[in-house]
């Protein structure tokens, strides 16, 4: 890969612009800790430090997902499903609050001190600013704080709640855990939201249903995701 004449993003940057592009990829595409992707770096005999790689991750990674993100805008599904799962920070318990459409691509995700109506009604207000468009059904678990921030919120929102018709949201959690492990949990609360936040929009373009469609076309799409990356990354095949 060679960088492309219009970038600028990586000016100043003593490394060129796809290694810290394929550094970026590898951290938030798979469940690797930073030492990980150093390791695989100096295979190819690129020796650069896990600190730097995660200053890349930070910088570059919040680029990249803004890009993704403002690309995505308008094109979910109508059906959001709503759920939140506790992380464990330093003793203390934050909640994951994560909605995704119908597909299992997430919308947006908020870390927040409290499990009630409040955090509830945040999330929902996040997600109508950015989505900039009403749901045509809501779904969720049992837990009451949605329906009473729903009512205020979103009123004419078809409302379903049930525990098992809320496997995808639960399921969309499974990532965060994985990478919880890898990364021996999360700083703070401020580390958890900045990872997520740049985690999810890249793990959407990379999200294909592979049990729906045809090796072949599978393939093809894989091929497509890839090719986007190296546009938003600003980055080109050799």
Known sequence: MTNTNSSCIYRRHRFPPDVIANAVWLFFRFPLSLRMVEDLLAERGIIVSHQTIRMWAEKFGRQFAGTIRRRSAGQFGGKWHLDEVVIVIQ???????????????????????????????????????????????MI??????YGAAKRRTMPSVEHRSHKCLNNRAENSHQPTRQREKVMKRFKSAEHLQRFVSIHDPIANLFHLPRHEMTSADFREMRSLAVQTWREIAQVSAA
């Not at 969720?140 to 704080?145: I, Q």
Request: hydrophobic letters at 40%; glycine letters at 6%.
């Open 140 to 145: 969720t678990d049992k837990l009451r704080s």
């Open 91 to 137: 003793g203390k318990k934050h909640w994951l609050w994560r909605a995704v459409d119908q597909d299992g691509f997430v919308l947006d995700v908020l870390v927040q001190s409290r499990r009630n109506t409040k955090a509830a009604r945040r999330l929902m207000r996040k997600l109508l600013k950015r989505q900039g468009i009403v749901p045509r059904v």
